[in-house]
């Protein structure tokens, strides 16, 4: 009479039991299903990131009694809480949740890795002593044109003198000086209108909560530079008014202003996150093209054989004429280079062009954004974009079908 032979793991020595090894691989299978299922759960969650402003060594501004860093960290964890509560589909990411610094570049970089929708920097505001000020305000990115918002914008900003080779790391941008500030003028936004309607939510619920309204603003802040999302800065209150001061150290005050952040927070995402929504924040309505007053329609790249390049851009006050070029077919993509966003018409031959000539114009959400170049072939247009890199090093490359601006890749697609 034969026995079964026994599976041994050499390993133990000990006999193996196949039903428990199956019933372990299966539970190990499973549980790789569950986890790449939930990964990627987390990835189609919304992601809002809070920035508590300052932290460490960087206390921001001090009051009679209190410090900057402190309140801003009370209010960015009561207002995670809110939203980790009430919003679980949201996924809450800190750039600080304790007493720590952070320079202001990984703060930005922190909300790009994780793919952030939203970027929150919250800070608490100041004035000279001597001066009274009361309220709250919030800023998006652009030009401080205003002496006021300059002067905000130096203050948030010198918290890169903390850092450790910050004039290499920020190339050479000094916080002090006004004319580092100019860069402001010319740097892209592709989330203007977002970031200008998210900061308006937070101040309408700022007001509803009795706070004094002192507006939306643009200013030039180092923290929202960097982030490839909608971003604002909220500024709660004056630690250097004694009454404001009080206030933004009790509780009352402390979740009033979280409270407000949550409401602007869930107002905005009613309005952005949908698809609908999704595609027109990025802007595939229709949004007319109009050349800038004065100025000939922008041409197209000059065809040419593979090996050639593309003839360099014609330059203010140069003698050269631009050649005649086939106008591109506005039934396939047209990709432009958009070099930069302003809040107003501008001239023919503004200096802000640097002598580039055909520069074009298309508006979107209340902004003028201005393109030069024009092409069906996206490969001319990237060589044009390399051609005035030395002028205008932040551009990007846009894409239109029959005049309404469109998804960039599905345009390199469809142009294949």
């Not at 189609?44 to 460490?56: E, S, Y």
């Not at 939203?83 to 996924?91: A, I, L, N, S």
């Not at 407000?260 to 027109?280: E, I, M, W």
């Amino acid at each position: 009479m034969r026995f079964p032979r026994k599976r041994i793991n050499f390993a133990t020595r000990k006999p193996l039991n196949m039903k428990n090894n199956f019933l372990k691989l299966l539970y190990i299978f499973l549980a790789s299903l569950l986890c790449i299922d939930a990964s990627a759960a987390d990835e189609r969650r919304f992601k809002l990131v809070i920035d508590a402003g300052h932290g460490g060594r960087d206390a921001g501004a001090v009051g009679a009694f209190s410090k900057e860093k402190d309140i801003n960290l009370k209010v960015a964890l009561a207002f995670g809480r809110l939203v980790e509560t009430r919003c679980p589909d949201v996924k809450v990411i800190y750039t600080r949740k304790t007493d720590v610094f952070i320079p202001l570049q990984k703060r930005a970089a922190i909300a790009n890795k994780n793919k952030a929708n939203l970027f929150i920097s919250i800070h608490t505001n100041a004035v000279p002593k001597g001066r009274l000020a009361y309220g709250t305000e919030t800023y998006t990115l652009g030009m401080a044109r205003a002496a006021a918002n300059l002067e905000v914008a130096k203050r948030e900003n010198s918290v890169i003198t903390y850092e450790d080779n910050y004039k290499l790391t920020y190339e050479g941008f000094d916080p002090d000086k006004a004319e580092s500030y100019i860069i402001f003028e010319f740097m892209q936004d592709r989330y203007m209108k977002q970031s200008v309607d998210l900061a308006s939510c937070i101040q309408k619920q700022y007001k509803q909560h009795g706070r004094r309204d002192k507006g939306v603003h643009q200013a030039g802040f180092l923290v929202l530079r960097q982030t490839s999302m909608p971003a604002v800065l909220t500024e709660l209150g004056f630690i250097s008014t004694p009454e404001e001061e009080q206030y933004l150290n009790t509780d009352k005050g402390v979740s009033e202003l979280a409270q407000s952040l949550f409401n602007g927070f869930v107002t905005y995402r009613k309005k952005y996150d949908t698809p609908a929504a999704l595609l027109a924040a990025a802007g595939t309505p229709p949004a007319e093209v109009k050349p800038v007053p004065g100025t000939p329609a922008a041409p197209p790249s000059p065809a040419k054989p593979a090996q050639a390049q593309p003839a360099a851009p014609t330059h203010a006050g140069s003698s050269s004429s631009t050649p005649e070029t086939p106008q591109p077919d506005a039934k396939k993509p047209i990709f432009k280079i958009q070099l930069f966003v302003c809040n107003s018409k501008l001239k023919t031959g503004d200096a802000r062009f640097k002598g580039l000539k055909n520069v074009e114009f298309y508006k979107e959400g209340g902004m003028f954004k201005y393109t030069y170049g024009a092409s069906n072939n996206y490969q001319e247009i990237r060589q044009l974009q390399r051609d005035i890199a030395n002028k205008f090093p932040q551009t990007f490359i846009v894409a239109f079908v029959n005049g309404q601006r469109t998804d960039l890749n599905k345009a390199r697609q469809s142009a294949k």
